[in-house]
């Protein structure tokens, strides 16, 4: 897998993440942030929407494609999404974490050469959606 290094703007949308789930965070409600940047600059973020019946949860990543998508962006060329940990864990500190299964699916259809920014091995770095979805399923197989 190869990873590259963060930029400066890099930096910014997961600034943005973290901004964004510290202040909607909330018990059994919002606990990850998203931000994502399109191609032409902007930044798109949103939080995860929780639900008792888990099918029913929406991810942080989708809400925020969902909504660039709607505000007529098409092309993303980084996603980060960030964990606020729940008011009773010990550990304060807001993480980089992993994009879910489902999230990497639709990370790749909409984006098939989008970076993902995650931590490996405590160093934050991108990653190509397509080294974390090898082999995925499409119409042209």
Known sequence: MKTYPL???DYE???E???KIT???EDDRHHVGAALRTKSGNIVSAVHIEAYVGRVTVCAEAIAIG???SD???D???IVAVRHPYSDEQERELKIVSPCGMCRELISDYAPDCFIILNVDGENVKIKIGDLIPLKYS???
């Open 67 to 69: 909504k660039a998508i």
């Open 72 to 74: 007529g962006e098409k």
């Open 23 to 25: 202040q909607l965070y």
């Open 139 to 141: 119409r042209e197989v």
């Open 76 to 78: 993303f060329d980084a």
């Open 13 to 15: 949308i997961i600034e």
């Open 7 to 9: 930029t400066l703007i």
């Open 17 to 19: 993440a973290k901004s």
